[in-house]
């Protein structure tokens, strides 16, 4: 039997309209708090969970959070979450890596039948009750790049290369392929490639690396007959650039589920746009999405409680899990927060 | 070598709007009609190609068809062209089955996404730039139900099951599942089983014994969180009792391709209903698809000439070609036209 932790105080910043049903946790005290309230329910707080993820007030409320020793965040993308003084710190960092791979990997599929299938114009001519056929993509034999191969990138990929898409990647550094890609490329290999491709895939997470890496020449390289799918975070593409092209039909449309800000203004001409499809960040949030997110918090709560490693763990530097694979988490993946500093 | 009949004399039914390029076909006669001109060039036709399925004048015609040994339609379905006349000759019928399979199950699978991620209520919100957050359907561990297990059906029990969609059939009688399907149901047990399944997939051709299949007891069995997605012939389901049931919130929603009289009829209220989706018949006409559909009939021409058996032989009394599977043809779906006989 491994060591039990004494009573550790857990605080949950949620926000009350979104608050889940959480179990009776025997010796663990359970703390709530709005996130503007953040400062006073921090003091000897030992665990933090952050459930929405778009801010949590703790950068202010830092000097509080002399006990804190791990923080586990609600959603896959860390981006908003994560300050230089939780860099700084040895506070260990854990996510929800997983639960929305799948439900993120059926969504880009539907987008990216949705251009193929031209259903937009489906629908609109449903609306003015005319019958008009028009002949339209076949996927088979289509190529889409990935841009970020980690957990969700790879569950992309894999699902698309179902459909006899050929499926490459971008990610950190240029590799030979695997199982899921044909290969993958270094960033800086992206302006020669990119014009390859039928879809270009979104799915990274928002790091220094990828911020603005879909750049407007990137964009200026893509094929005409492409697709761009963002379900990573706004700010990876250019969104200026992004909305020209779709304009101009330099490219053929896009797909969003994420902006540079969100909500995305009512005055962006993307709501606008024949072309462009328009989601509020909601490609993973599959019906009971909220009872698996908080069943991965718990199993971490009772590793955390037995001393033993915790699952996915991020590197605050890198800002997501380091060696992101579709496999269940190994040992390179767990790490057991060290007590009594922060 | 195969022997080589005297030079054939083929009439081509197209209307003048559609007709594809056809090759220079040395040995061969080529002629065209209009669909409304099929008796004056009838005489002495050895082989009819039929392009557009939609009708063919051949009914009235027929007295003139004492040449005709072979008839190839252009589409999978062929309920539009046997007529009574052709199922009591021995003329040999052929079709298009294969070509458009896989593009089928692709829109079928984009219908199913659309529903389980809700996009068409996303593109009405992005018409009011609205930002509303929803969680939408997983589709893994979803079940469907496909009607008619034949080549097409196949295929799209196929791509659902890339999905971890669980995927059962209804076809001509009860028997053990397969690679596809978990099991396949006669048709009599439709209304005690239908209300098991989330998506009933109907890709069966029109015959006397799938005519009105989906009834509107089938109907009233469904799930309520079921959609019904129709790419077979619109009298298979009683589309009057669909409309009734999609209205009253009876079932999820309907995402139709074909319809009991095509085009839609504009007053039909099955185009303004925020739960169905209206498509003209368009499911399987992916990009260049009239040449590879040219080469089916190209590919039998040959084998006609050279009296090899033919590919894609129908049973006129059945409707379709039998032992139907996604495999190459095999010598179960192939025959010779008898020389001199109609």
Redesign the interface.
Known sequence: MSEVAPEPVVLAIMTAGSRPEIPPLDGVELRFAEPDQTAEALDGADALLVWNFNGTGLDAAWPRAGNLRWIHINSAGVDRIITPQIVDSKVVVTNARGVLN??IA??V??LI??F??D??K??T??QA?T??????????GTRALVIGPGAIGRAIGA?LG??SIAVDAVGRTDRAGDDVFGRVFAPAALPQVVGDYDFVVVAAPLTEATRGMISAEVIAAMSPAACLINVGRGPIVDEAALSSAVQSRAIRGAGLDVFEN???E?A?AL??DANV??????AG?????EDELLNVFLDNLDRYRHRKPLRNVVDPSLGFVPHDTDEPPTHTDAAQPTPGVS
């Open positions: 799948e439900s059926e969504y599929l539907a039948l949705a193929a299938k259903l937009p489906t629908l001519l449903q009750h019958w008009q056929h028009r002949p339209t993509q076949r996927l088979r699902l179902r459909l969100e909500p995305l009512a962006s709501w606008t499809i328009v989601s509020p960040h909601m949030d599959f019906f009971g999405w």
